[in-house]
């Protein structure tokens, strides 16, 4: 069961922008870093945006991430074809001791 | 380059018990910890808990404790998750990854390929 809620799809044309939310609460966004992940269909999640906001190299400056309180939220500019994937949130709960994903966001470029 | 590569796909009866290995390289193997994380088909993603690759203690989120086991042989970096008594439910891919920004952060980096655990009588 997640403790993090995101949408459960979000969609654009190429170009386009798209924003994926993260709604959690004080014992984990609002109190810890955020993470995002992306999954490509049948592979395996790849980080993409820690610590709220950074990227690791190699991911393009096309995803940012924000947070604010207890909600974060992952932005694609310019959006491509290939970043049709499903894209998870990630924080640090400090009442479970442990780390927490979101529900998925299914990306669709139309 | 940092990689960790997962053993192959396995089928099982329930009842059965399987063993998933997770080979490290790129990196020295005992300075972070290595996370289990689960994926149902159709789901999202759950975390099982961690190891300390330097010590071999085991933490084991809510739901994967009794029949998980997480266990290290650091003398060849592998990571190793057991599962006994299989259950049907118990089917899904089955990532390594390792713990990455800090102990108390969501950080997982790299991930391993997945090892899809199939249980069928």
């Known amino acids: 069961q997640s403790v993090l809620t995101q949408p459960p799809s979000a969609s654009g044309t190429p170009g386009q922008r798209v924003t994926i939310s993260c709604s959690g609460s004080s014992s984990n966004i609002g109190s810890n870093y955020v993470f995002w992940y992306q999954q490509l269909p049948g592979t395996a999640p790849k980080l993409l945006i820690y610590?709220?906001?950074q990227r690791p190299s190699g991911v393009p400056d096309r995803f940012s991430g924000s947070k604010s309180g207890t909600s974060a939220s992952l932005a694609i500019s310019g959006l491509r074809s290939e970043d049709e994937a499903d894209y998870y949130c990630?924080?640090?709960?400090?009442?479970?001791?442990?780390?927490?994903f979101g529900t998925g966001t299914k990306v669709t470029v139309l | 380059q940092v990689q960790l590569v997962q053993s192959g796909s396995e089928l099982k009866k329930p009842g059965a018990s399987v063993k998933v290995s997770c080979k490290a390289s790129?990196?020295?193997?005992?300075?972070?910890?290595m996370n289990w994380v689960r994926q149902a088909p159709g789901q999202g993603l759950e975390w099982m808990g961690w190891i300390n690759t330097n010590t071999g203690n085991p933490t084991y989120a809510q739901g994967f404790t009794g029949r998980f086991v997480f266990s290290v042989d650091t003398s060849v970096s592998t990571a190793y998750l057991q599962i006994s008594s299989l259950k049907a439910e118990d089917t899904a891919v089955y990532y390594c990854?390792?713990?990455?920004?800090?102990?108390?952060?969501?950080?997982?980096?790299?991930w391993g390929q997945g090892t899809l655990v199939t249980v069928s009588s």
């Open positions: 790129g990196y020295t193997f005992s300075n972070n910890e």
């Open positions: 610590r709220n906001n």
């Open positions: 990630a924080a640090w709960d400090d009442s479970l001791s442990g780390p927490v």
């Open positions: 990854a390792r713990g990455w920004g800090g102990r108390t952060a969501a950080g997982f980096y790299p």
